[in-house]
């Protein structure tokens, strides 16, 4: 088991009128929803779900794909979205052994909210490179202001 997550499930506690049934946004590190974001949303999740979106890949291509991810660290991704029901492993009885990794249907669910995001920040991404070229400006003048004084 993965260090930091329980091994029994745990919810959040109530709900907020405010965002209707959604859970509130909770905290805690025993958080299972917390701890299924702290999954799903790093950068190695992420890109193994969106080229499994695209067809089935064995483990060599994947690792070729992903830009910068070690084999250990694939692998450790691998088996975590495979054993929340993200990515189905399929090993054929051949020689050598072949493994293939593809999209669960909730897999493919995930990949759709997945891709809004993409969208999201597509739409925005200028909008962003300005306010962090405003706020790095910003903080360089506050720096040279610190520094003068």
């Known amino acids: 088991m993965e260090e930091g997550t329980s091994k029994e499930p745990t919810h959040c506690c109530g709900t907020d009128a405010a965002y209707g049934d959604a859970y509130q946004w909770d905290t805690r590190e025993d958080c299972e929803v917390r701890q299924i974001l702290d999954r799903i949303a790093d950068k190695w999740s992420l890109l193994v779900i969106a080229l499994l979106d695209r067809r089935t890949l064995r483990f060599t ?9 070690s084999q250990r ?8 979205l495979e054993r929340d029901g993200l990515v189905r492993r399929t090993v054929h009885p051949v020689v050598p ?7 669960t249907d909730m897999g493919g669910t995930l990949h759709e909210t997945i ?10 991404q200028n909008a962003i490179a300005a306010a962090r070229a405003e706020y790095d400006q910003r903080a360089a003048a506050e720096q040279n202001a610190l520094a003068r004084a």
């Open 73 to 80: 660290m694939l692998t450790v991704t691998l088996r975590q």
């Open 115 to 124: 891709q809004a995001l993409v969208t999201w920040t597509e739409t925005h």
């Open 97 to 103: 052994p072949r493994v293939d990794y593809e999209l």
């Open 61 to 69: 291509e994947l690792r070729r794909e992903i830009d910068g991810v």
